[in-house]
Structure formats: C-alpha cells, structure tokens
C-alpha cells in the first residue's frame, strides 16, 4: 500500500502562491506518474498536473498551464505543486494521487491510491 499526504494548502489573495507538497509512504513507490487533481464546490473533480516519475514528463490543465508547475524529489518520494498568479476560480479542494500502471488519459480512474485532500481558497 501507499500512502500520500498532502500539505501546503491555505488561504491566499489573487495573484498570490501557494505550494503543495504530498509525500508518498509505506511500500517504495515506483509507479508510473504522479498528479494533483482538484475539486471545486458543485463540481467534479478534475486533472491539474501530472508527472511521469521515471522520465519526469509533466502534463497541464491549461487552466493552469504557464501558472503552476509540478516537481519531484525521487529520494524523498515527495511531488510538489508551485501555484503561482492564482485566481479564485483556482479555490478547490486539491488532491495528490498516485498512478502504479501507466496512464495514457487525465482520468482519476487511472490513479490507484489518493490523498485526503487539501484546500486552497483564493480570495478576490
């Protein structure tokens, strides 16, 4: 099993950053990606970022491309989410999740293990 938690959220004005870390434990892991995901009140969740943990390929929503930027730390089993310029259509809850099988689609069906969540309120 692996465990992720998530930490780094809060509360920040447009145009503010924030950064998301979410630290993988329990059995080494060494899936095929990592990503964040994020859910608004009253909507589903959707794909934000993705990073191929052998290559270090990343993948955005562009929503966010050109504002956040995801990183790894290989030795600390730990990605990390750089949210820059943010805007209040960013507030959501946001999740880590963990893919073990390689992911072809932004589909959180595709992630087999997740995060409790973090929530990031940006204010105008």
């Known amino acids: 099993q692996v465990q992720l938690v998530e930490s780094g959220g809060g509360l920040v004005q447009a145009g503010g950053s924030l950064r998301l870390s979410c630290a993988a434990s329990g059995r080494t892991f060494s899936g095929y990606a990592m990503g964040w995901f994020r859910r608004a009140p009253g909507e589903e969740r959707e794909f934000v970022t993705r990073i191929d943990w052998s290559l270090g390929s990343t993948y955005y929503a562009d929503s966010v491309k050109g504002r956040f930027t995801i990183s790894r730390n290989n030795a600390k089993n730990t990605v990390y989410l750089q949210m820059n310029s943010l805007k209040p259509e960013d507030t959501a809850v946001y999740y880590c999740?963990?893919?073990?099988?390689?992911?072809?689609?932004?589909?959180?069906?595709?992630?087999?293990?997740w995060g409790q969540g973090t929530q990031v309120t940006v204010s105008s």
């Open positions: 999740a963990a893919a073990s099988q390689p992911v072809r689609f932004h589909r959180p069906t595709e992630y087999n293990y």
